[in-house]
Every structure is written in C-alpha cells, then in structure tokens.
Nanobody, 121 residues
Framework: QVQLVESGGGLVQAGGSLRLSCAASGIIFSINAMAWLRQAPGKQRELVAGITSGGSTNYADSVKGRFTISRDYAKNMVYLQMNSLKPEDTGVYYC???????????????WGQGTLVTVSS
C-alpha cells in the first residue's frame, strides 16, 4: 500500500550534523502528520519531532534548538536536520506517517524500516 523509505543515517562525531530523509510512496490520497521517532539501545521508542499537514511542528525537549523537521508536500517527503549532535542522539530513527489512502476520512499509520544514527564522543 504505502512504503516509507528513510535515508541519511550514519556515523558522525559529536557536534556534527546529519540530515535524514523519508520518502513516502504507494497509494496515497493525502498525508496528515509525519514524524520522526528514535529508539536507542535498551530504550523505548520516543518521538523526536512531528509536523502536521498544516506545517505545525513539535519537538522533544532534548532536541529543541538542534533539530529541525520539514516537509516537501509535493514529493511526499519529510526531513530531519540534526545539528550539534550528541552521543545520546544515537539510535535507530524511524519515519512515521498518517496516510489517507482513499477519499474517506480514514487514515492508516505507516512506518519506515529505520536508519541508524551513531554519534561518537
């Protein structure tokens, strides 16, 4: 139905930057909110940043001022610009999208496969 593919993860030194991208494809009528979540080893998955269809954003307190989420509505993509990275930002980053696949108001939740971000000290 709908596929989300993340890219842009990798190994970076503390203080560095990375830009994650997520492309949504498939049967898409419209996309409501999109978000980035992460899961560190041994920890629960947590919300990093979200962005609504109207462009409103929200961030985890731990990344405010360092990370920026944005969307390309025409391309069904969402991005996460990560600056001033810290070792505690290490984890698998997942893209999430709330997608309408037809004209009804019903939406479904889709996830990407995740991309690993490793920040060395």
């Amino acid at each position: 139905q709908v596929q989300l593919v993340e890219s842009g993860g990798g190994l970076v030194q503390a203080g560095g930057s990375l830009r994650l991208s997520c492309a949504a494809s498939g049967i898409i009528f419209s996309i409501n909110a999109m978000a980035w979540l992460r899961q560190a080893p041994g920890k629960q998955r947590e919300l990093v940043a979200g962005i609504t269809s109207g462009g409103s954003t929200n961030y985890a307190d731990s990344v405010k001022g360092r990370f920026t989420i944005s969307r390309d509505y025409a391309k069904n993509m969402v991005y996460l610009q990560m600056n001033s990275l810290k070792p505690e930002d290490t984890g698998v980053y997942y893209c999430n999208a709330d997608v309408r696949t037809d004209w009804s108001q019903r939406s479904l939740d889709f996830w990407g496969q995740g991309t690993l971000v490793t920040v060395s000290s």
